[in-house]
Nanobody, 117 residues
């Protein structure tokens, strides 16, 4: 069993930056693929980025060049560095973990990111 706790959300102005963190409890963090999803009001949950156990990364087209996902296995933590934020990035951001990508077994409770002037 893996429990995920996100942190780092908040209110930021357009063009600003935030770094989200997700810390996992339980063992074997390094074998999991880790991902970030987001859900805006009235919209479906969408993939933002993921990182595999071998550190391969993948991004949604809408965030390429602005967001960066990374992981620190020693800290059981995955990060999402978000730069050049836009109002359309406003959403609840969820951390997820799975043995393989796109087969996510565990979810965090979400953290709100609001981009507004």
């Amino acid at each position: 069993q893996v429990q995920l706790v996100e942190s780092g959300g908040g209110l930021v102005q357009p063009g600003g930056s935030l770094r989200l963190s997700c810390t996992a409890s339980g063992s074997d963090f390094s074998i999991y693929a880790m991902g970030w999803y987001r859900q805006a009001p009235g919209k479906q949950r969408e993939l933002v980025a993921y990182i595999t156990h071998s550190f391969r990364t993948n991004y949604a087209d809408s965030v390429k060049g602005r967001f960066a996902i990374s992981r620190d296995n020693a800290k059981n933590t995955v990060y999402l560095q978000m730069n050049s934020l836009k109002p359309e990035d406003t959403a609840v951001y969820y951390c997820t973990a799975g043995k393989i990508t796109n087969s996510w077994n565990y979810w965090g409770q979400g953290t709100q990111v609001t981009v507004s002037s």
